[in-house]
């Protein structure tokens, strides 16, 4: 079983750019289908990004051209680059192992993390 900590949140200026980090203890990442998903204040969970263990990606279309998924498996530690960061962004971030397509990580399977908090104003 994997155990997983984010970080990397923080308050950000509209248009800005944010990198989180997700590391993974406990077992390897490489053979984990891997993601992020996230809870804003009054919606539902939204899967945002997700990466196989191929390396395959897929993307939320709220997200989609600004965020970017990416692993390092010798590290374990799994990354989301944010750019051009908007209001409707802020909320609570978190990563998921053994869920990475957008239905799996909106309803919260897999293990995940504590999260971490991104703010956009």
């Known amino acids: 079983q994997v155990q997983l900590v984010e970080s990397g949140g923080g308050s950000v200026q509209v248009g800005g750019s944010l990198r989180l980090s997700c590391v993974a203890s406990?077992?390897?990442?490489?053979?984990?289908?891997m993601g992020w998903f996230r809870q804003i204040p009054d919606k539902e969970r939204e899967g945002i990004a997700g990466?196989?263990?191929?390396?395959?990606?897929s993307y939320a279309d709220s997200v989609k051209g600004r965020f970017t998924i990416s692993k390092d498996s010798a590290k374990k530690i799994l990354y989301l680059q944010m750019n051009d960061l908007q209001p409707v962004d802020t909320g609570m971030y978190y990563c998921?192992?053994?869920?990475?397509?957008?239905?799996?990580?909106?309803?919260?399977?897999?293990?995940r993390g504590q999260g971490t908090q991104v703010t956009v104003s």
């Open positions: 406990g077992d390897t990442i490489s053979r984990y289908c």
């Open positions: 990466i196989e263990s191929d390396g395959s990606t």
């Open positions: 998921a192992a053994d869920a990475c397509s957008l239905v799996q990580l909106s309803r919260g399977i897999g293990s």
